[in-house]
């Protein structure tokens, strides 16, 4: 632990971001089974609505430096063609 008066504030600082980092990671994860599920069920209309709740929350994860913006692309393609190959 730290002693300093300032190292000491910015730990509380780092927690409370960690927290709120990983309460929008776990959302994203969640929105992303969803989506998993209305593939695999072949819920093309619902999935097309996911596929774009998704790609809005790792675009803002990614503006935020929660997580790295080609990863956040990566993602968004990887969903994207598994769409396109369920429309055909």
Same mark, same amino acid.
């Given at each position: 632990?730290?002693?300093?008066?300032?190292?000491?504030?910015?730990?509380?600082?780092?927690?409370?971001?960690?927290?709120?980092?990983?309460?929008?990671?776990?959302?994203?994860?969640?929105?992303?089974?969803?989506?998993?599920?209305?593939?695999?069920?072949?819920?093309?209309?619902?999935?097309?609505? &996911?596929?774009?709740?998704?790609?809005? &929350?790792?675009?803002?994860?990614?503006?935020?430096?929660?997580?790295?913006?080609?990863?956040?692309?990566?993602?968004?393609? &990887?969903?994207?063609?598994?769409?396109?190959?369920?429309?055909?």
């Amino acid at each position: 632990m730290p002693v300093i008066k300032s190292a000491i504030k910015q730990l509380r600082k780092n927690v409370k971001a960690r927290e709120k980092n990983a309460l929008e990671r776990r959302e994203v994860k969640k929105s992303m089974k969803m989506l998993e599920k209305y593939l695999k069920d072949k819920k093309y209309e619902e999935a097309k609505k &996911q596929v774009a709740i998704v790609a809005s &929350q790792l675009d803002r994860m990614a503006k935020k430096n929660i997580i790295h913006p080609n990863k956040a692309a990566r993602k968004k393609s &990887q969903m994207m063609k598994k769409i396109n190959t369920l429309g055909k």
